[in-house]
C-alpha cells in the first residue's frame, strides 16, 4: 500500500455549482468553503500531513471585480473566525503566491501563517495569486542572479514550495481535465484523479474511496 504524505486540490466547479442551485455563481464559492472544512478533518482523519489547495490563480484575476472580491471576502471572513480553531489543531497554515491583496487581507494572510508557523499535526498550503510559470521563472531568475548552479536539487530551493515534498495525489474536481498553471514541477510523479463531482459536492466519502485507490495504485517512478 501507498504512503501518502501530500493531496494536492484543485477545487473547481464552485461558479457552476451555484449557478445550478442558487442562481449566483458566489453562492457557489460559499457552498464550496463548506467542503474545504469537511475535507481538512478527513485529511487530519488520514494522518495526510500536507494538503494544498488551489484557491485563486495569477489567471482568476480575469474574472469580474465583483467575484473576486466575493472571494477574497470569503477568505478574510474564514481566517478571521477559523484562525483560532486551526491553531488548536495543531494545523499550519502556509500561503503558497504573492501576497499582492488589499492591506487588511495581506496583514491576516502574514498573521495567519506566523500565529500557526510552529504547528505540526497538518500544513495547509493555500495556494493563492498562484501560478506555476511565475513560480518556476522565478525560480531560475533567483538561480542565476546569485550564480548558483543550475541542478534539481538547487532548483526546488528557490520553488515557493521549497521543504514539501511533492504531492502524492492530485485531485481535479469540476469535471474537467487540466491543470490550469498549477504545481507543473511538483506534480511529475504525482497520481491524477478528476473526479466528475463538482466541489460544493464532492464530500468525505469521495475523497476517502479516492485515497483508497490512490493506495493501491503501481508507482513506478521509471522503474519495474
Ligand atoms: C473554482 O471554481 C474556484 C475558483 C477558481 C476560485 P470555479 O469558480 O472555477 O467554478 P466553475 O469552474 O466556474 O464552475
Ligand atoms: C483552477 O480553476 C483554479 C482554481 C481552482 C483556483 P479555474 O476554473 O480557474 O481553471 P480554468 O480556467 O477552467 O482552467
Ligand atoms: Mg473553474
Redesign the pocket.
Known amino acids: 500500500m501507498n504512503p501518502i504524505n501530500h493531496v494536492a486540490i484543485i477545487?473547481?466547479?464552485?461558479?457552476?455549482?451555484g449557478l445550478k442551485y442558487k442562481k449566483s455563481?458566489n453562492a457557489?464559492?460559499k457552498a464550496?468553503l463548506n467542503t474545504v472544512e469537511k475535507i481538512i478533518k478527513e485529511t487530519i482523519k488520514n494522518k495526510i500531513k500536507y494538503l494544498t489547495l488551489y484557491?485563486?490563480?495569477t489567471e482568476?484575476w480575469k474574472r469580474p471585480k465583483k467575484e473576486i472580491n466575493y472571494?477574497f471576502s470569503l477568505l478574510e471572513n474564514f481566517l478571521i473566525y477559523k484562525i483560532d480553531d486551526l491553531n488548536k489543531q495543531n494545523i499550519k497554515l502556509k500561503i503558497l503566491g504573492v501576497k499582492k491583496f488589499t492591506k487588511k487581507l495581506n496583514k491576516l494572510l502574514s498573521f495567519s501563517e506566523k500565529k500557526t508557523s510552529k504547528n505540526t499535526r497538518l500544513q495547509i498550503n493555500l495556494a493563492l495569486n498562484y501560478g506555476s510559470k511565475f513560480e518556476l521563472i522565478n525560480a531560475f531568475k533567483s538561480l542565476q542572479k546569485k550564480k548558483i548552479s543550475i541542478n534539481e536539487k538547487n532548483f526546488c530551493r528557490y520553488l515557493l514550495t521549497k521543504n514539501i515534498p511533492d504531492p502524492d495525489l492530485l485531485i481535479r474536481t469540476?469535471n474537467?481535465k487540466r491543470l490550469s498553471n498549477f504545481l507543473l514541477w511538483q506534480l511529475a510523479y504525482s497520481e491524477i484523479f478528476f473526479e466528475k463531482k463538482?466541489?460544493p459536492d464532492f464530500n468525505e466519502k469521495d475523497y476517502n474511496s479516492i485515497i483508497k485507490k490512490f493506495k493501491n495504485i503501481k508507482r513506478n517512478f521509471g522503474k519495474i
Open positions: 477545487m473547481d466547479g464552485n461558479g457552476r455549482w455563481r457557489g464559492h464550496g484557491a485563486f490563480s482568476n472571494l469540476g474537467t463538482l466541489w
